[in-house]
């Protein structure tokens, strides 16, 4: 089947890579999901949509409202996203869990998260219990059709902060276990969103498993990965096709910087893919 994962990941690249509202000299007609693009909006630090090839819109760790560097049109109008037809949340720091609710809420649609995350979240208050799913680390679920979402291995933590309406005082929880997601798209693709993670020897377990086909990894270091720790897990464990940079340049105790990642993979295969925020590409 190696030929076959080949095949279909030289087609997506044949696609190419366009920012939006711009055309690509590599793009071909669309005559099937299986041909169909796959557009990705970086939300900054770990929030990402993604529009699959089946037009469907899945949304991940949105800190958008009180990100920094979240697109501003975001900030003032979480509408402005558009459709959700899938939340997924990583751990529950502000940073990653951030308008999940607030979105899940708005749109009707269920919030997948580490079971130990979600349930604080519904004992709290904070969410309805119809409007959210718990699931763990190699458990996997087919949310959307086509669509198949993996936990898998996170090496952080995770804690729920918590305003008490009737204190008006934060409170701290425990929210399980961080993880990170492999998403696999009707057409095959697979993104591996790392989440928040430090180096751990599993991440080639996870590669020779899942075969992820595009890597969101966090370089900004302190809380995750710096630039060279992922630059040594992307070019000696994963070796994926292409790597976004995430989880930088939001927080002034993660310091990492893209330079310094790209000094890093220098020499190496795996293409390094920037983004800036509010910016989309399809693949």
Do not use: C
Not at 28 to 33: I, K, N
Not at 37 to 66: C, H, M, S, Y
């Amino acid at each position: 089947m190696k030929w076959l994962h080949s095949l279909r990941f030289k087609s997506a690249l044949l696609i190419g890579l366009t920012s939006i509202g711009m055309h690509s000299s590599f793009a071909q007609p669309v005559a099937s999901v299986a041909e169909a693009k796959t557009e990705i909006l970086w939300l900054g630090q770990a929030g990402f949509r993604i529009k699959t090839p089946g037009g469907q819109n899945i949304v991940i760790d949105p800190w958008i409202t009180g990100g920094p560097k979240a697109p501003a049109a975001y900030k003032a109008d979480l509408s402005a996203l558009g459709k959700v037809d899938l939340l997924l949340v990583t751990h529950a720091h502000i940073d990653h869990i951030g308008d999940a609710p607030a979105l899940a809420k708005l749109h009707k649609t269920v919030l997948y998260g580490p079971a130990d995350m979600i349930t604080p979240l519904v004992t709290l208050g904070v969410m309805p219990a119809e409007l959210t799913h718990r699931f763990n680390k190699s458990g996997s679920v087919k949310p959307l059709p086509g669509i198949k979402v993996t936990a898998v291995q996170a090496e952080h933590s995770s804690l729920y902060v918590w305003k008490n309406p009737a204190t008006e005082k934060l409170e701290s929880h425990p929210a399980g276990e961080a993880v990170g997601y492999i998403i696999e798209l009707e057409n095959g693709f697979k993104i591996w969103h790392m989440g928040d993670t430090g180096l751990f020897g599993d991440m080639k377990f996870i590669t020779e498993r899942y075969k992820p086909d595009l890597v969101l990894m966090p370089i900004g270091g302190n809380f995750t990965m710096d630039p060279d720790d992922a630059a040594f897990a992307a070019r000696n464990w994963i070796k994926p096709k292409m790597v976004i940079p995430i989880h930088y340049n939001s927080n002034p105790l993660a310091k990492g910087t893209l330079e310094e990642f790209q000094n890093a993979m220098k020499g190496s295969k795996v293409k390094v893919v920037p983004m800036t925020e509010g910016q989309t590409l399809a693949f």
